[in-house]
């Protein structure tokens, strides 16, 4: 199976590194010339600093060769962030001269329309009339640098056909990795989509000292609210019991690697939003969507008081002491 993955960040990059030890892999870089330094020097320096890139991972800038070196059997990886999505698959599907077996890598909604990732391919499939393509999601608790280096790990694809994520499966569930199947498109986009709000929660709440107790509340709360609004979209509230739901909650909401984690910190002791996005240096998908994420409990009547509360930090309406404040003056209620 040949496997072309279109963005050489840090994830893209991870998962190109570990596919290659099977399969014929192509990394597509935007940039020109950081494919040739790549190619050079065999280590994404941007991205992925001290993990070295293997002699048979091909590395591409020129984007129809990417693409056009598959065919209607093999696999392509859109590792952009969630904002890149929709150009990207649009450019693919501009290009495609048979039906595509597509997968991408992106947790997050689009910001203005609170689509999730497969909405946003349907859409974009129908505005180009394209041929019939098989699609999915591959999500999990996963940190781009331990994947890089050969760290264990367990993701989940999810797709309406049951085939892809056997298709799936054969490209990355090898050595270090695990891949689970799933036919829940909408739990697991939107398990990925929540759970970096819900760290950005978790970052603010250590950051002010809030202590342990704290954290625990707020992600068995936040996890609640995750189940409530899977469940109003339509999907199965017990996906979000699963590696993309509460494994990837326990990863992004703890774990030292976490931007979305490190963003709720540097909130909470007082920088600004803007210093810390150019701090960061990496995309940090929570801020992208938080917003969206509670446009989307509103219109289906999901209540998400944590994320609501989050996306008003970030829009500056309620400093992080205020937010607090906010959440733990609710009226009592029942848990379930």
Not at 67 to 78: A, E, F, M, T
Not at 198 to 216: E, F, H, Q, V, W
Not at 282 to 305: F, I, N, R, T, Y
């Amino acid at each position: 199976m040949n496997i072309s993955v279109l963005g050489a960040g840090a994830w893209g990059t991870a998962i190109a590194i570990s596919a290659a030890s099977h399969h014929p892999v192509c990394l597509w870089a935007r940039n020109p010339n950081a494919a040739e330094i790549m190619r050079r020097d065999h280590e994404n320096k941007q991205y992925l600093p001290a993990v070295t890139l293997p002699n048979s991972l091909a590395i591409e800038s020129d984007f129809e060769r990417a693409v056009g070196r598959l065919g209607s059997d093999d696999l392509l990886v859109i590792a952009t962030p969630m904002a890149g999505l929709a150009s990207t698959v649009a450019d693919v599907f501009k290009l495609a001269q048979h039906p595509f077996n597509v997968l991408w890598l992106c947790k997050g909604l689009e910001p203005e329309t609170s689509l999730l990732p497969h909405q946003v391919v349907q859409r974009e499939q129908e505005r180009y009339a394209t041929h019939a393509h098989a699609v999915g999601v591959l999500s999990g608790p996963s940190f781009a640098r331990e994947v890089g280096e050969g760290l264990p790990c367990a993701l989940t694809v999810a797709s309406a056909t049951f085939e892809f994520g056997q298709q799936v499966q054969t490209a990355f569930h090898h050595g270090n990795i695990r891949v689970y199947a799933s036919d829940d498109l909408i739990g697991v986009e939107l398990g990925g989509a929540v759970k970096n709000v819900l760290a950005i929660a978790a970052g603010i709440s250590d950051g002010l000292g809030l202590g342990m107790n704290a954290r625990a509340a707020l992600l068995t709360r936040g996890l609640a609210e995750m189940m409530r609004l899977v469940k109003a979209v339509g999907g199965k509230s017990e996906t979000c019991m699963g590696l993309t739901g509460l494994g990837d909650l326990i990863l992004t909401a703890t774990g030292d690697l976490s931007r979305n984690r490190r963003v709720g910190l540097s909130l909470a002791a007082g920088e600004s939003l803007d210093r810390v996005l150019a701090a960061l240096g990496h995309v940090a998908e929570g801020v992208l969507c938080a917003q969206a994420v509670s446009d989307l409990a509103k219109k289906h009547h999901a209540e998400m008081p944590i994320c609501t509360t989050v996306s008003q930090v970030l829009n500056g309406q309620l400093s992080p002491e205020a937010a607090v404040r906010a959440l733990m003056g609710r009226e009592p209620k029942s848990e379930n």
